[in-house]
């Protein structure tokens, strides 16, 4: 059966989502309880509340997302679960779910990876084009992946200290800017100018790895030193500076990969594809190629089920199913 109907469930940090998903295609519905106002106030996500979040509102989120595609129960072939990465406590929330619906109803179980659902969330726009490349750039993930055929994966870059969403909520931090910071900096940096000279880590010359570490320590240490001066830097200038770092390296890395390996196309993923300058940046350095440049809505680009229907599509026409012991995986490998 290649048009399965799937009920997909998320809690891997701080939003509880629950979608159904026909296909691997077509989005019945897509429920997203985000927490982020719980965790604000502690300036990033406190993993012992999120368990606890997810514990309240998993069965409801569900219920929403069976209401909202209007089907039943009896109508789902599977349920998909994010097994990892992510936080242990919170993974668990939906793994358990997923069991206890999946064994109520007597559906294969299928385990899905987060990394992959943020990649597969392109399927849902169109079909893919192989071999493509996909940049991950998350909160915990900076990542360039090869996909040389369905679900075969290729990590051929990563971060050698922080992830890119990382760097954002932590410069963001820094501005006393509320978390997540990610989408604080993008709408500052609209509004300021590139004036500050910050270091652009390109690694060595083959290299598809990234890092932002020293970005970061370099945004600290022009803060405290026009402070010491007593001059004043304005945010947005900051903002605009920071971000030009970021999405040159992102971009010129994931052109140079794609042209490297000769890919058809290019999907962009996780959170940190929201951003307006990574976007626009990727958008004029495809604009010129026969290369497909795939950027998902913002909805499907942070945290969500739908994209883990999506994955688990692929999982399906496997038959990669899970047992009653599925555990939550924090350091699931891709
Ligand atoms: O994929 P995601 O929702 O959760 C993880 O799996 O990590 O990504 C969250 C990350 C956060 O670090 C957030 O600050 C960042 O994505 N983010 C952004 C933007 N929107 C979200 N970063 C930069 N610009 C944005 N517009
Ligand atoms: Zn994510």
Redesign the pocket.
């Known amino acids: 059966k290649e048009n399965e109907i799937i009920l997909a469930i998320e809690t ?4 509880t989502a629950a979608a159904v998903v026909q296909g691997g295609q077509e989005v019945l519905s897509n429920v997203v309880a985000s927490q982020i106002e719980s965790h604000q106030r502690f300036g990033g996500v406190v993993p012992e509340l999120a368990s606890r979040h997810h514990t309240e509102n998993i069965t409801f989120v569900i219920e929403e997302a069976m209401e909202k595609a209007n089907i039943t129960f009896e109508q789902l072939d599977a349920v998909a679960v994010t097994e990892g990465p ?1 936080l242990v406590g919170a993974l668990l929330v939906g793994v358990n779910a997923a069991k206890a619906v999946a064994y109520a109803h007597q559906l294969p179980l299928l385990p899905v990876h ?1 990394i992959s659902g ?1 990649i597969q969330a392109a399927r849902l726009l169109r079909p893919w084009r192989y071999p493509a490349l996909s940049l991950v ?5 900076t990542e360039l992946i090869l996909l040389k055929d369905e679900g075969e994966y290729e990590v051929i870059g990563q971060t050698r200290d922080d ?4 760097a ?2 932590k410069v ?1 931090r820094t501005l006393e800017l509320p ?5 604080q ?3 500052l940096a609209e509004k300021g100018n590139k004036t500050l000279d910050l270091p652009i880590a390109w690694l060595e010359s083959d290299s598809f790895d990234f890092s932002f570490s020293g970005l970061k320590s370099a945004v600290i240490n022009t803060l405290h030193n026009a402070k010491q001066r007593g001059e004043t830097i304005r945010p947005e200038d900051m903002a605009a500076s920071f ?1 030009h770092s970021v999405v040159t390296v992102l971009t010129e890395k994931t052109k140079r990969a794609a042209s490297q390996h000769h890919v058809q196309q290019v999907v962009v993923a ?3 594809a ?5 976007r626009s940046a990727l958008r004029d350095a495809f604009s010129d190629s026969d290369i497909e440049l795939t950027i998902p809505p ?1 909805s499907l ?3 969500n089920a739908a994209m883990i229907g999506a994955a688990a599509h692929v999982q399906w026409k496997k038959q990669h199913t899970a047992n009653w012991d599925l555990n939550g995986v924090p350091g699931l490998a891709l």
């Open positions: 891997s940090c701080d939003e992510g987060h943020h750039v998350s909160g915990g993930h992830a890119a969403g990382e954002y909520d963001a978390y997540p910071g990610g989408p900096i993008d709408r971000q996780g959170g940190v929201a951003n307006n300058g990574l913002l680009c942070t945290d």
